[in-house]
């Protein structure tokens, strides 16, 4: 796969917790430079991206991460104010407690809540797949179709486990026609990002993609 059609597909990703400001300004740099779909960075750091980059650069920031538990009505309001900042797209992670309680229904109320906050922005609802059964699973993208959320995303990255092609086979199964697949977590080599965007997924989160295309290692997500 030419590089161009690869980095269409990244988002460019930096969510450490001791990320710095410096740090994101060369995420940014190297997301320009390699046309990324998006950066996907700390709600902190939106407003000084777009204040710096204008319209230069996607912003991509999370909500309720990594582990999704927080009340809606503080996701509506983090969905809220990193729109207002200047994010473009919003990975919220689901309230994981619900899914395994079978609460499903409360689970797609959430997401609906937040697509409803977000707008027209793209919404991409992390399920966090490391964590829930085959049947689960099943039901979110059920929830994600139902609540008519842009993307399913694998993982936080945070997680105990990452993407797998097996994840992105059954989402395809059981998704909706107008949602995309997000992959994320583990993906650390040119063939893992050929084998997810070939398997169909649209979009991959990770911060070893431009590494990759430089020729270095990557030890860590």
Avoid at 59 to 73: A, D
Avoid at 112 to 124: F, N, P, T
Wanted: aromatic share 6%.
């Amino acid at each position: 796969m030419e590089q161009i059609e690869l980095m269409k597909h990244i988002d460019h990703t930096l969510l450490k917790a001791f990320a710095t400001w410096e740090d994101i300004q060369i995420l940014c740099e190297e997301a320009i430079e390699y046309k990324t779909a998006t950066v996907c960075i700390p709600p902190t750091y939106i407003k000084r991206i777009r204040q710096k980059y204008h319209d230069k650069i996607n912003i991509c920031t999370v909500i309720g991460f990594p582990l999704g538990y927080s009340c809606l009505e503080s996701k509506i309001t983090e969905c809220e104010q990193a729109i207002k900042d200047g994010a473009d797209e919003i990975d919220m992670v689901i309230n994981i407690s619900h899914v395994k309680n079978k609460d499903y229904d409360k689970a797609k109320e959430e997401i609906e809540a937040v697509k409803k906050a977000a707008g027209e922005k793209i919404v991409k609802v992390i399920i966090e797949t490391c964590y829930l059964t085959e049947e689960e699973k099943i039901a979110m993208c059920h929830a994600v179709t139902q609540a008519s959320a842009d993307y399913i995303k694998t993982s936080t990255g945070f997680g105990t486990g990452g993407a797998t092609i097996e994840d992105v086979r059954l989402f395809k199964k059981h998704i909706g026609k107008n949602v995309k697949i997000k992959a994320a977590g583990g993906i650390k080599t040119l063939d893992d990002l050929e084998a997810f965007i070939n398997e169909g997924c649209s979009r991959i989160g990770t911060s070893s993609a431009i590494k990759l295309i430089k020729g270095g290692n990557v030890k860590e997500y």
